[in-house]
């Protein structure tokens, strides 16, 4: 006995469910791993713009913690403000004591370096020369550097340099101004190290 099977091909009506479904989940597909590579890429961005903010800030500090006597006799600390600050320090490999100043210029924070020169050596008519350190600042109205004696107490405007025995930097900072706010607050302290003032407030 022979037995006859018939088997029958996708109809018209069935390939195009079949082509529609099959675009469909492709385009879904596609939308999702697009969405995770932006998501992720945006992460990877602020993860890295944060972490380069926070080491600018720390760095920043460390200058100031080694603030000396300048290589004119200079007292360590030239000025004080909410914005910005001026001090004499060796921040580089060589030997030499330079003009550091830290100074907030729109939303972004830079660090001036002036060098001395001549015989006696001055800081005067000498070029200073300027570096980013972190940019898109939204501080708005919040102190930039805040000043304290040696008890610990805040100072206020206008600062009596020879009281100040520490700092602090609070930078808030929009990693990337494009995108929704994301506003980070990072912060830094230093004891000025070689400045013990014995002047009570």
Do not use: H
């Not at 926070?54 to 603030?67: C, G, K, P, T, Y």
């Amino acid at each position: 006995m022979r037995f006859t099977f018939y088997t029958r091909g996708f109809t018209l009506i069935e390939t195009l469910v079949v082509a529609a479904l099959t675009a469909i989940v492709t385009v879904a597909l596609g939308g999702l791993i697009q969405y995770f590579y932006k998501t992720n890429a945006y992460v990877l961005e602020q993860t890295q713009a944060t972490e380069s903010a926070r080491r600018s800030i720390e760095s920043a500090m460390a200058d100031l913690r080694e603030a000396s006597y300048g290589a004119d006799g200079s007292y360590p600390l030239m000025a004080a403000a909410t914005s910005s600050v001026t001090f004499y320090a060796n921040i580089d490999s060589d030997t030499a004591i330079e003009r550091v100043r830290y100074y907030l210029s729109g939303t972004t924070l830079y660090r001036g370096t002036t060098k001395a020169s001549g015989n006696p050596p001055s800081y005067a008519g000498q070029p200073e020369v300027a570096t980013l350190v972190v940019d898109n600042i939204r501080n708005g109205t919040s102190t930039l550097f805040s000043y304290f004696d040696s008890a610990g107490n805040q100072l206020s405007d206008p600062i009596n340099i020879s009281l100040v025995a520490s700092a602090k930097a609070r930078v808030m900072t929009d990693v990337n101004p494009n995108r929704a706010p994301e506003i980070f607050t990072l912060t830094g302290n230093a004891t000025l190290r070689n400045v013990r003032s014995t002047i009570k407030p």
